[in-house]
C-alpha cells in the first residue's frame, strides 16, 4: 500500500516530534481507523500510515503502523493518551540501549551503525532527533542536555554514551520528489544518454533555488576542471555568488593557481593546448611560490595571484577545505594532511549546505558523500559512469548523474547563472 | 459440552444486593436500594424468565460483592469458552474467581485476557448476526476486544461509549434478533451510529427519556423482550416489529445502573448470535436430524 499522509496545517512537511503506533482488529469496518487518523488531525497532529494490511476475510484482522508527528511534545503525548483508549499503541515501547565509551577511538561492542537518512533515537520515553547526520557513525547520547548526534569512530571519546543495538532506533527513508521539477525528469541515476541540456537547466534551478533559500552550494572539484579549461567558468559561478563552499586537493588548487601565474596546466599551455617547454616543472614553481609567500591568501594580497578559482574564494570569503593525498607535490600550505583533521574540517564545512555539485573527482566525492546527511542534493558530473556508480554503492544514493565532459557542462552552467 | 435445547440463563439473588460504592452516575450511597423491594423485583423477574421457558442456573450470592447480581458482566460465552471478565474497578474484582470457577464447573474453556486489558464480559460484547459489537472506554478497553476477535476468529466492532450513563454496551444496545437491534443513538458518536447503521438490517431506535430508565436493557427469550417498565414507545416498536414484551418493574437495579439485561447471562448464546444456530445446526446434523 502507497503511504497515506494527513496534516491539519497547510504544510505536510513532518517535523517536530514523532511517534509510532499501532492498531490491528476490524478497523476498517468498525472505523477505528478513520476515527483515530482523524482524531490526529483534530489534535492539529498529522501522520503517515507506515504500513497497513488489511484482513483478507471478513473474520481476519487488519493492522496499522502509523507515523504520528506535532510540534510539541506535550500535543503528542496527550494524543497518544487518547489513542491507547482506541486501541492504537505505540510500536517502540523501549529507549534505545546505551553503553559507556571505554576506549578513545572505537566504539564500545555492538554499537550502532548509522546511514544518512534522518534517524531518531528513543531516549527517556521520547524521541529525539539525531543531528551531525553521517553514515558510518555510530550515536553519542547527552542524557542531560536530551541530545544526540552521530560520532565518528575516531573522534569517540571515553565517558561517551554510545548506542548499541537496533532497539530504539528509527529511520526516516527519503522519498524521491515525485514532481516533475528538479530531478524527476530521470528516472535512472546515471546515464550517458541523457540530454545535457535538461540536466544543466536543473541544476540551474538547484543552485538558484538554495541561493533563494539562503542556503549554501558546495562545489567538490577535481583538476580536469582546470586542464579542460573550465576554471574561468567555475570562477566566475564563484565570483556571482553561486558557489559558498569548495572541497579539492591539492592537484586543483596548484593547476588553478599555476594556470593564474603562468598559464599553463601541467605544463600545458590554455590558450594553443601545446606543452611548454619545462613545463612539467611550472606547478612545482607556483607551489613553491606560494608556500615561499605563506599561502594562498599571502599570494593574493601581495598580488601574486590576481585570477582563478582560488583568487575569487579568497576574494569573496568562500570556504575551502584542501586535503592532501599521499601523490601530492609541495603541498600548498592550505593542504590538510592529516585526513581525520581534513575529515573534521570537511563536516564543519558542510553546515547550511543544502546542494553539492561533484565535478571530476571520484576520490573527493566519495569522501564528501560519506560525510553529508542524505536530505542533500547532489549531481555529480563526470566523463566516467563508474564514478556516479561507485558513489551509490558506497551509500550516496541521493546522487544524480550526468555524463559528460566537464567543459561544455560548467560552460553552460555559468552561462545561465553569470551571464557575462 | 452439551447443547441445552432450552434457554439456559445465570443468575445471582440479590441477597448481599445494595448501593456500597459508586462507580458510575448512577450510583449513589445517598440513594440506597430498597433490599425487600429489589427482592420482589428480582423474584418476579426469575419467575418471567422460567414461564418464558428459560432453565436458570444460579450463583451464590456473596456477602460484600453487591454487585455479583449483574451476572452479565461475569464473560462473554461463545460456543464452548468463556472468555473471563477483568473488571476496571477493584471493588467488583472479587467477583472474577467466582465466575471462572462457576464456567469451568458447567464446562466452559475459560480464556483469560493479557494482563493490564480491563473487559467487562457479555456488558460490553454482544453478538449480533456474525458480528461481536463491542463497547469501549469506560469499562473495557478497546484492546481488549481486538485480542478477544483475534482469539474466537470473529469479527470484533468496537463502538466508542461516550456518555459516561451508558457505560456498558448493554445499556444502550441490544440485539433481539439475528438482524435487528435496539439502541440508543444518543450513547455512540458519529463513527458508531454509522457502523451500526451500516451493519445491522433493523435498528429500533429508544428515544432519550426511555433510554434512561434502562430500556435498552432488555432480555430475549425466544420472541419475547423483556425489559423495564416505563419504556411505552420502545414496547410499541418492538411490537410492531413482531416481537413480544414483558415490562417489568427494575426500580432498585437502576438505582445501581443495572436491569433486566445485567441481571442475567445467556449461556447457550444469545437469540441474537449467529454462531448459536451454527452450532445447533452441526448439532443436529451429527444426530441425524432434519
Known amino acids: 500500500m502507497k503511504h497515506v499522509k494527513g496534516s491539519a496545517g497547510a504544510s505536510p512537511a513532518p517535523a517536530g516530534v514523532v511517534e509510532e503506533v499501532e492498531v490491528r482488529g476490524h478497523i476498517i469496518d468498525s472505523l477505528i481507523l478513520p476515527k483515530i487518523l482523524d482524531r490526529i488531525l483534530t489534535a492539529g497532529a498529522s501522520f503517515e500510515i507506515r504500513e497497513c494490511k488489511i484482513g483478507e476475510r471478513r473474520t481476519d484482522p487488519s493492522h496499522a503502523r502509523i507515523a504520528i508527528w506535532a510540534d510539541d511534545p506535550d500535543v503528542l503525548s496527550t494524543l497518544l493518551g487518547d489513542l491507547v483508549e482506541h486501541g492504537a499503541w505505540p510500536v517502540h515501547a523501549e529507549d534505545a540501549a546505551l553503553a559507556t565509551a571505554d576506549i578513545a577511538g572505537a566504539f564500545p561492542d555492538g554499537f550502532y551503525s548509522t546511514t544518512n537518512m534522518p534517524t531518531q533515537v528513543r531516549h527517556k520515553g521520547r524521541w529525539i532527533d539525531v543531528s551531525d547526520q553521517e553514515m558510518d557513525c555510530g550515536i553519542a547520547v547527552d542524557a542531560r542536555a536530551g541530545t544526540a548526534r552521530c560520532v565518528p569512530m575516531a573522534r569517540v571519546e571515553p565517558g561517551m554514551a554510545m548506542i548499541v543495538g537496533h532497539a530504539g532506533v528509527r529511520v526516516t527513508p527519503l522519498e524521491r520528489p515525485r514532481d516533475a521539477a528538479g530531478f524527476g525528469f530521470m528516472n535512472s541515476t546515471v546515464s550517458s544518454e541523457k540530454p545535457k541540456a535538461v540536466g544543466v537547466r536543473s541544476v540551474v534551478e538547484a543552485m538558484r533555488g538554495a541561493r533563494a533559500a539562503g542556503k549554501k552550494v558546495l562545489l567538490v572539484g577535481g583538476p580536469a576542471i582546470v586542464h579542460t579549461g573550465s576554471a574561468t567558468h567555475v570562477a566566475r559561478l564563484i565570483r556571482d555568488g553561486f558557489i559558498q563552499v569548495l572541497f579539492a586537493g591539492n592537484a586543483l588548487a596548484t593547476h588553478d593557481i599555476e594556470q593564474a601565474i603562468l598559464g599553463t596546466s601541467l605544463g600545458v599551455s590554455l590558450t594553443d593546448g601545446q606543452p611548454i617547454e619545462h613545463g612539467h616543472e611550472h606547478h612545482l614553481r607556483v607551489i613553491n611560490t606560494i608556500r615561499r609567500l605563506g599561502g594562498i591568501k599571502q599570494a593574493v594580497d601581495a598580488g601574486v595571484l590576481k585570477s582563478g578559482i582560488m583568487y575569487e574564494c579568497i576574494k569573496a570569503g568562500v570556504e575551502f577545505v584542501l586535503a592532501g593525498s599521499i601523490r601530492d607535490d609541495g603541498p600548498l600550505p592550505e593542504v590538510v594532511t592529516d585526513v581525520l583533521v581534513a575529515q573534521d574540517r570537511m563536516r564543519a564545512a558542510l553546515a547550511g549546505v543544502d546542494f553539492a555539485l561533484f565535478v571530476a573527482t571520484a576520490l573527493h566525492s566519495i569522501a564528501t558523500g560519506n560525510l553529508l546527511p542524505a536530505r542533500v542534493k547532489v549531481v555529480c558530473v563526470d566523463i566516467n559512469p563508474a564514478t556516479v556508480t561507485k558513489l551509490a554503492d558506497r551509500g550516496t544514493f541521493q546522487t544524480i548523474g550526468l555524463v559528460t565532459d566537464v567543459e561544455p557542462f560548467l560552460r553552460l552552467l555559468a552561462a545561465e547563472l553569470a551571464p557575462g | ?290
Not at chain 2, 158 to 173: A, I, Q, S
Open chain 2, 1 to 290: 459440552m452439551s447443547q441445552p435445547l432450552e434457554p439456559r440463563l445465570l443468575m445471582c439473588p440479590p441477597d448481599y444486593f445494595g448501593i456500597e460504592y459508586e462507580i458510575n452516575p448512577w450510583m449513589k450511597l445517598s440513594r440506597g436500594a430498597d433490599a425487600a423491594r429489589a427482592g420482589e423485583q428480582w423474584r418476579a423477574f426469575h419467575q418471567t424468565l422460567l414461564e418464558l421457558g428459560a432453565e436458570i442456573d444460579l450463583i451464590e450470592p456473596v456477602h460484600g460483592l453487591p454487585d455479583l447480581v449483574f451476572t452479565a458482566n461475569a464473560g462473554l460465552v461463545y460456543q464452548e469458552v468463556f472468555v473471563a471478565s477483568r473488571f476496571r474497578h477493584r471493588v467488583r474484582q472479587g467477583e472474577s474467581p467466582l465466575f471462572e470457577s462457576w464456567a469451568r464447573a458447567r464446562g466452559f474453556e475459560v480464556l483469560s485476557l493479557p494482563h493490564g486489558l480491563h473487559f467487562e464480559g457479555a456488558g460490553d460484547a454482544l453478538f449480533c448476526g456474525e458480528v461481536l459489537f463491542a463497547g469501549y472506554r469506560f469499562r473495557s478497553d478497546a484492546r481488549s476486544h481486538q485480542w478477544i476477535g483475534e482469539r474466537l476468529g470473529v469479527e470484533v466492532l468496537p463502538l466508542e461509549l461516550v456518555d459516561p450513563r451508558f457505560y456498558h454496551l448493554d445499556t444502550c444496545f441490544c440485539p433481539v434478533a439475528l438482524d435487528t437491534a435496539i439502541y440508543y443513538p444518543g450513547a455512540f458518536d458519529e463513527y458508531g451510529r454509522a457502523v451500526l447503521r451500516d451493519r445491522i438490517p433493523r435498528l429500533i431506535e429508544a428515544a432519550a427519556d426511555e433510554a434512561v430508565s434502562f430500556s435498552c436493557n432488555a432480555v430475549v427469550v425466544g420472541h419475547t423482550v423483556v425489559l423495564n417498565e416505563g419504556a411505552p414507545k420502545l414496547a410499541r416498536s418492538l411490537l410492531d416489529c413482531g416481537f413480544q414484551v414483558r415490562p417489568l418493574a427494575f426500580s432498585e437495579f437502576i438505582k445501581s445502573g443495572g436491569s433486566a439485561k445485567c441481571l442475567t447471562l445467556r449461556i447457550d448464546g444469545e437469540e441474537a448470535a449467529a454462531w448459536k444456530y451454527n452450532e445447533a445446526r452441526i448439532a443436529l446434523g451429527e444426530t441425524g436430524g432434519v
